[in-house]
C-alpha cells in the first residue's frame, strides 16, 4: 500500500503533536519484585505548550518523564519523540535525538562548577558541535535576565541565577521539548516563582514546549494542562487548572492510593 493511500493510525503524531505515548509502559525487575511503574498511559504533548505531571511519591511522573525523553527505556507501547519512534532506535541515534531534540532542567542544577555562566550555557551546543546564533543568544540571556552573570561561575551564582542558567543552556539548543524534573524543588517560593514565570515565558514568548513534574499545585498551575498520575496510570488531564482545583484532584490520586492499600490489606 502506498503512503498516500494509508490510514493513519487513530493516535499518530500529527504536526502539533511534538511528543506522545502510545499505551506505554514501563516494568522495573522481574518476577516477583517487578515494579510497574507506568502502566498503559497514551498521551500526546502538543508543541508550545507547558505540561505539568502531578501525583503521588511512586506514582510514575519521573518514569514517564524520563520514557519521553528518552532518559529510559520503555517496556511496552511506543514513545515518539520529533517525528522519530524512540522506542525503534539502537542507542548511537537515541543519544543523538536526546541531544539534538531535548533539553533538560534538573532539580539540582547541574552546572559544571568550573565553567562559567556562559561556558554552562554553550556546553550541549559545543558538544555536539553547534555553533550558537548570536542572536538566539542574546535573545535567551535576555529573557532571562542574565546579560551581567555570564563570566560567573556557579559558586558565585545565587540558587535562582544557577537555575536561570540551566533553562538557558535547555534552551540554546531549540529542542523539541524541554523536560524539567523538579525544577524548584531547591528554591524558595520567591525564586521558584521566578523561575515559573521563566519557563512560562519560554512557552508563550519563545513558542518552546515544556513537560515539568512536580508535586507543587502551585507550581502545576502556571501550565497549559496537568496530568495526574496514579500507581502507574493517567488518572486525570486537567485543562488550565487552579491551585484549589490541583489540591482536589492530587488529593483524590492520594485517596485512591489509600483505598487501593487498604483493599491490598483486606485481601492479604
Ligand atoms: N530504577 C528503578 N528500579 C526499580 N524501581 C524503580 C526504579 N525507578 C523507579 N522505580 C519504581 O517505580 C515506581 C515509580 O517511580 P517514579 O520515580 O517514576 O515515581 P514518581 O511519581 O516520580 O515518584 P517521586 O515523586 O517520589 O519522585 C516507584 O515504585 C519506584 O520505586
Known amino acids: ?25 514501563k516494568v522495573y525487575g522481574s518476577g516477583s519484585t517487578a515494579v510497574r511503574a507506568v502502566d498503559g498511559v497514551s498521551v500526546n504533548i502538543h508543541r508550545g505548550t507547558f505540561t505539568a505531571i502531578m501525583g503521588p511519591s511512586g506514582s510514575g511522573k519521573s518514569t514517564l518523564m524520563h520514557c519521553l525523553a528518552g532518559l529510559d527505556r520503555t517496556t511496552g507501547g511506543k ?4 517525528g522519530q519512534e524512540l522506542s ?13 531534540q531535548v533539553g533538560f532542567v534538573f532539580q539540582s542544577f547541574n552546572l559544571l562548577p568550573t ?8 556546553l550541549p551546543l559545543d558538544l555536539a558541535g553547534r555553533r550558537p546564533d548570536p542572536d538566539h543568544l542574546r535573545e535567551v540571556v535576555d529573557a532571562l535576565g542574565l546579560a551581567d552573570r555570564l563570566g560567573h561561575r556557579p559558586s558565585e551564582l545565587s540558587g535562582g541565577q544557577q537555575q536561570r542558567v540551566a533553562i538557558a543552556r535547555a534552551l540554546l539548543t531549540r529542542p523539541a521539548v524541554v523536560f524539567a524534573d523538579e525544577p524548584t524543588g531547591a528554591l524558595d517560593s520567591a525564586t521558584a516563582e521566578e523561575v515559573l514565570g521563566l519557563l ?41 487548572p487552579t491551585p484549589e482545583q490541583l489540591l482536589a484532584a492530587t488529593a483524590g490520586g492520594r485517596a485512591r492510593h489509600a483505598v487501593d492499600e487498604r483493599a491490598d490489606e483486606v485481601g492479604s
Request: charge should be negative; aromatic fraction near 2%; charged fraction near 25%.
Open 200 to 240: 512560562r515565558d519560554s512557552v508563550t514568548r519563545l513558542g518552546q514546549t515544556v513537560v515539568m513534574v512536580t508535586h507543587d499545585p502551585q507550581a502545576a498551575s502556571v501550565a497549559d494542562r496537568v496530568l495526574v498520575m496514579g500507581d502507574g496510570r493517567l488518572v486525570d488531564d486537567l485543562d488550565r
Open 88 to 100: 525503534a532506535l539502537d542507542d548511537r541515534r537515541l543519544t543523538r535525538v536526546r541531544r539534538d
Open 115 to 122: 565553567l562559567t555562566a556562559r561556558e554552562n550555557m554553550l
Open 1 to 25: 500500500m502506498s503512503t498516500a493511500t494509508r490510514p493513519a493510525p487513530p493516535d499518530a503524531p500529527t504536526s502539533t503533536v511534538v511528543a506522545s505515548a502510545l499505551d506505554l509502559s
Open 79 to 82: 514513545v515518539f519523540l520529533a
